[in-house]
């Protein structure tokens, strides 16, 4: 299926991947409304939902909250459980897991997705003030 490039899409977009974090729906919003003070939520949304579909971009979910990822190559995820952030982990993927899994299982893998849970070193230092 092929989509149009809108304006508003493409604002979402660049949003997106113009951050170095993990960003909510309502975050982009927020960024989008400074910019373009008429777009709706709705339409920001619909449009991050589209560039998933597209593989544009990759969705997070954790505890029914969507987080939005510009970086749409394959890679792994460093998650904070004291502060919910998510950020990309300075680490290759490993294709070879999805080479071995297939030879063994005679299966075709699509990809794997990994996220390492921690406490990021903000959330260790505000602990340790404490």
Do not use: W
């Not at 170095?20 to 709706?40: C, F, L, S, W």
């Not at 593989?55 to 460093?78: A, C, F, L």
């Not at 998510?86 to 897991?97: I, K, S, V």
């Not at 699509?110 to 404490?130: A, P, R």
Request: glycine share 4%; with cysteine.
């Amino acid at each position: 299926m092929t989509y149009r490039q809108t304006k508003q899409r493409e604002e979402v977009l660049q949003v997106v991947q113009g951050v170095d974090k993990h960003m909510t729906a309502e975050e982009v919003y927020q960024e989008i409304a400074k910019i373009n003070p008429n777009i709706g939520i709705a339409t920001v949304y619909r449009n991050l939902n589209r560039l998933v579909e597209m593989n544009v971009i990759t969705r997070i979910i954790d505890k029914d909250i969507s987080y939005y990822d510009g970086n749409n190559k394959p890679h792994y995820h460093i998650h904070c459980v004291q502060c919910g952030k998510f950020h990309d982990a300075p680490m290759m993927y490993n294709e070879t897991l999805d080479l071995d899994i297939e030879s063994k299982l005679g299966i075709s893998i699509l990809g794997h997705s990994v996220t390492f849970e921690c406490i990021c070193d903000e959330c260790s230092k505000k602990i340790e003030k404490n």
